[in-house]
């Protein structure tokens, strides 16, 4: 199956971003997670159609109202196999 990793830069913590991704991706059927990094930016690594996946790569240019998105950086990614989407909460991060 597909796979795609995406890191978003801007004013993207603090603003919904990681649960709206959550809803975007389970709305089109997509597996995987999201989490916040310690520099500010948001990873995503999603597994599924690739329609589905181009539709999320796309949303995420955007993301949520309150978000300010300056960049996208997508790349091809190994299939981990999640059987849904979450949101990965790291220790001590946001």
Request: proline fraction near 6%; charged fraction near 25%.
């Amino acid at each position: 199956m597909p796979a795609l990793t995406l890191r978003i830069t801007g004013k993207v913590q603090g603003v919904f971003y990681r649960a709206r991704t959550q809803e975007q991706a389970l709305t089109l059927g997509l597996c995987g997670w999201v989490k916040n990094l310690p520099d500010g930016s948001v990873e995503i690594h999603a597994e599924g159609e690739e329609a589905a996946l181009q539709e999320l790569d796309q949303w995420c240019r955007k993301g949520p109202p309150s978000a300010e998105v300056k960049s996208v950086i997508a790349s091809r990614a190994v299939e981990e196999d999640f059987p849904t989407f979450e949101i990965i909460q790291e220790p001590g991060g946001a």
